[in-house]
Structure formats: structure tokens, C-alpha cells
T-cell receptor, first 112, second 111 residues
């Protein structure tokens, strides 16, 4: 079964540093997303991406965040200057159409 | 604002049936999904209801009442491996719209 692949699985970074989280969505999917989940809390929407541009973003997705689809396969989330409160699990997801989103297994980001 | 309410935890025994309820108040509504998450891993899609009524997929069923802004996930013949967190999530539009998740229900299945 096709998978959404995320790397790295764990990332530890110092406060103020830039991080790039990488995702390879399912190849024929059209819509791509980043969600995050702070430990023990619900999954929160960050941003959606369609047709090579952001289609929607949440209040969490401020100027410190950016997304790119640099080639036909990768989809990245960049956090320019990490804060302690950015520590969370970050999930990439994709969907072609329909109802069932496929999530990656996540990147656990720890900001120290 | 957007809110989805579900119980924080439920405990049941192997072989039993358990129902996890979800009520929602959202700015839009296209359908209600259910996702399973083991130990903070990838949320896995279980089921989806766009219309009122019951959808059955093996041991799992999901129900929706749009007029009541209410749905539930029914798990039958519980197995130990069903111990996980279960999230309801509202899909806000027909296209690739975002999902709004509830806080999750932690299900513990006991022998």
C-alpha cells in the first residue's frame, strides 16, 4: 500500500535554529498538508498545499513557517527560528480526492 | 470557532462493544471522519460519513446525524490491539479541505 514518508523521524534542535522537515507524499495525490500534535493533545492543522501553492493556513502557521514542493516528489516544512513551543510531532498528509487522508509516521521535533 | 467534543478515555474488555461519541460545532461541515492512532504514531483513517446513517467496515461502524451534529464510532468484538487513541475529525469542504480534529479518546482494552 502506498505510504507517505517523512524524514527525519526525530530531530533535536537548539532554540533559534532553522529546521526543515521533509515529506514524500503519495505520488498521484493532489493535496498536501502539514499537521502538528503537541504531546498528549489533538492533531492541529497547519497548512494545506495544492497546485504548487498554499491553499489555506492556520493561525499557527506564522511568518516563521514556510512550505515548499521543490520537485515533483518532496514536500517540506521549514521553521526559520525555532521556539521551545514548536516542540511537537509534525505529520505530513496527502489525499488525491475523496475522504481518507494518508498520514506519514511523523517527525518528532524537540527544541532545547 | 470550531469545536469537537469526545470523551477523553474509555475502558472496555476484550470481546465487548464500545461506542465513542463525538459532537461537533464547526463553521462548515462536509463529513465526519474517524482516525486511529497508536502511541503517537501516524493517524490511520478508519471511516467517513457524509450522509446520515450507519457505515460499516468490518468490526468498525460509524454513525452520523447531521441534524444533531453528532456521530459515533462503534467497535465490536474488541481486541487488545484496538487499544489506541481515536479521533473524530470534521472535513470542512468537498475539495482538499483541512480536517478539524477532536481531542481524542484513549481506548483501553482489558483482558
Amino acid at each position: 500500500e502506498p505510504e507517505v514518508t517523512q524524514t527525519p523521524s526525530h530531530q533535536v534542535t537548539q532554540m533559534g535554529q532553522e529546521v526543515i522537515l521533509r515529506c514524500v507524499p503519495i505520488s498521484n495525490h493532489l493535496y498536501f498538508y502539514w499537521y502538528r500534535q503537541i504531546l498528549g493533545q489533538k492533531v492541529e492543522f497547519l497548512v494545506s498545499f495544492y497546485n504548487n501553492e498554499i491553499s489555506e493556513k492556520s493561525e499557527i502557521f506564522d511568518d516563521q513557517f514556510s512550505v515548499e514542493r521543490p520537485d515533483g516528489s518532496n514536500f517540506t516544512l521549514k521553521i526559520r527560528s525555532t521556539k521551545l513551543e514548536d516542540s511537537a510531532m509534525y505529520f505530513c498528509a496527502s489525499i488525491r480526492t475523496g475522504t481518507g487522508y494518508t498520514f506519514g509516521s511523523g517527525t518528532r521535533l524537540t527544541v532545547v | 470557532g470550531q469545536s469537537l467534543e469526545q470523551p477523553s478515555e474509555v475502558t472496555a474488555v476484550e470481546g465487548a462493544i464500545v461506542q465513542i461519541n463525538c459532537t461537533y460545532q464547526t463553521s462548515g461541515f462536509y463529513g465526519l471522519s474517524w482516525y486511529q492512532q497508536h502511541d503517537g504514531g501516524a493517524p490511520t483513517f478508519l471511516s467517513y460519513n457524509a450522509l446520515d446513517g450507519l457505515e460499516e467496515t468490518g468490526r468498525f461502524s460509524s454513525f452520523l446525524s447531521r441534524s444533531d451534529s453528532y456521530g459515533y464510532l462503534l467497535l465490536q468484538e474488541l481486541q487488545m490491539k484496538d487499544s489506541a487513541s481515536y479521533f473524530c475529525a470534521v472535513k470542512l469542504d468537498n475539495q482538499g479541505g483541512k480536517l478539524i480534529f477532536g481531542q481524542g479518546t484513549e481506548l483501553s482494552v482489558k483482558p
